[in-house]
């Protein structure tokens, strides 16, 4: 919910799961805060999960980000509150002229003993905003930006949200300003308005720090009041791009479906000459190129999407010249180099270990009797060498696993390719995730299916 004046929009109320935390400082010392980590982001997310943080950015504080937004308006995705905290945690919540919750000091009970105890409750009473006060004395601007991380995402199960707590005027109105941006570019912050099965339909977004010298009101954080004048400091605001390949397919994509449009009302007369370059490249084409149907954005089209044209270049994309441009690039890999580095640092950290070490940490999860081990050892193809041959036995281990929990062996393998093919996960990372999902596979051999159901027949 917003402040109001300041991010308001509308007062949904929303309901995501929470899996985790991401800070911008590193944790709290006793009662006071942490440093600010300026270019990183620091994670807070519980085993298993963390494996495929460490697979992927081999950090558990990266400095980039790849989301997906969970909803489709910036209200829903960043929360904003005037929240009154102390290390004992939230006082109150204001929305900027009214309290709306407090926590309150209740008596309880326990053991026929009283004892206070802390409990939250909605409330609604004038904000104590002094008239001098930006906001009232107690209260710092905060927002609570919820996304889901890319890698994450795939994982059966795994559409809960991480929330990245953002606070400060300055911070708060910046990410508000830029997803109210791209929502009002995109119609959504989640839906791609292209098909985009590369990313489940989702925008995919990066989140980074980028240092910023901004000019601050001289403000005495004691009084909780602005003294007049300016001063300089560096911030490390949250920048939020595209991510940059898909924003290069989406442009392009977006531009020639409309010149297509265009070709078909016989309006080519009118194409710019660039575009008119495209066209020719386009008829040249011996696919036959999809019709000029509308634009398969029906579903925010309301929401009045700016022509493509005025898009800014990304940034970091790759300068490629002449027609070379006008190629859609295939969503194949958006993993920049850095990220590939991280991820084979990991990996080579792992695999590199004695096998008697991978395997003793593999069996932490899998707990299998070393008569079952030596009878799998037996199994393992004997022309493997070195690494291969670990990581086989490895995967016997965890096929094993499977089918000792009504897993079928080729669900089970299809589970462990993907961790490890597509997540990169190895080990006991991938042993421990492999048990978190297995779960879901449960599969059993002789499954019946219903015939009838609440006593009618179903054919
Ligand atoms: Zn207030
Ligand atoms: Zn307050």
């Not at 006071?32 to 495929?52: E, H, M, S, T």
């Not at 941006?181 to 980028?210: C, D, Q």
């Not at 991938?430 to 179903?458: D, M, W, Y």
Request: charge should be negative.
């Amino acid at each position: 919910m917003p402040i109001l004046g300041l991010t308001t929009k509308s007062d949904t109320p929303i309901e995501t799961s929470q899996l985790g935390k991401s800070w911008k400082g590193a944790k709290k010392q006793q009662n006071r805060a942490g440093a600010d980590l300026k270019d990183k982001f620091r994670l807070d997310i519980p085993p298993p999960f963390d494996k495929v943080i460490m697979a992927s950015y081999n950090t558990m504080q990266p400095t980039e980000l790849r989301v997906f937004f969970p909803h489709q308006e910036t209200d829903k995705v960043f929360e904003t509150w005037n929240d009154a905290v102390t290390v004992q945690g939230l006082q109150h919540r204001c929305n900027g002229e009214r309290i709306i919750r407090e926590v309150v000091t209740k008596t309880s009970y326990r053991g026929g003993k009283p004892y206070p105890k802390r409990c939250g409750q909605d409330c609604d009473r004038p904000c104590q905003r002094k008239p001098d006060e930006a906001i009232c004395s107690e209260c710092t601007s905060t927002g609570y930006l919820k996304f889901y991380i890319r890698e994450l995402f795939g994982i059966a199960g795994m559409q809960q949200v991480i929330v990245q707590t953002v606070t400060g005027i300055n911070d708060v109105v910046g990410v508000t300003k830029q997803l109210r941006g791209f929502e009002e570019k995109y119609g959504s912050l989640s839906k791609a308005s292209i098909p985009s099965p590369m990313t489940w339909g989702y925008i995919p977004f990066v989140l980074r720090r980028i240092p910023k010298d901004i000019a601050r009101p001289l403000y005495d954080g004691k009084a909780k009041k602005y003294t007049g004048g300016y001063g300089r400091s560096e911030a490390w605001p949250i920048k939020i791009t595209e991510d940059e390949q898909w924003l290069s397919f989406w442009n392009t994509y977006f531009r020639k479906q409309m010149i297509l449009q265009m070709a078909e009302q016989g309006q080519l007369a009118l194409l710019q000459p660039e575009d008119q370059a495209l066209y020719q490249e386009m008829s040249k084409l011996e696919l036959p190129m999809a019709s000029p149907q509308a634009l398969p954005v029906a579903e925010v089209e309301q929401k009045a999407i700016a022509p493509a044209s005025a898009y800014e270049k990304p940034a970091l994309e790759p300068s490629v010249g002449g027609s070379d441009e006008i190629e859609a690039e295939p969503i194949v890999d958006t993993f920049t180099a850095a990220d590939q580095d991280a991820a084979a640092e990991y990996r080579e950290q792992m695999l590199g270990r004695s096998p008697k070490e991978r395997v003793a940490a593999v069996n932490e999860f899998t707990k299998l009797d070393k008569s079952v081990q030596d009878d799998l050892w037996g199994q393992v193809d004997q022309t493997l060498h070195g690494i291969e041959k670990t990581s086989e036995l490895i995967e016997l281990m965890l096929l094993h696993y499977g089918e000792s929990h009504m897993v079928r062996q080729t669900d089970a393998m299809k589970l462990i390719v993907r961790l490890q093919d597509e997540l990169g996960i190895v080990d006991e990372g991938l042993a421990e995730l492999f048990i978190s999902e297995l779960p879901n596979h449960i599969r059993p051999a002789q499954k019946e299916q219903p015939t009838t159901f609440n006593g009618v027949g179903i054919d």
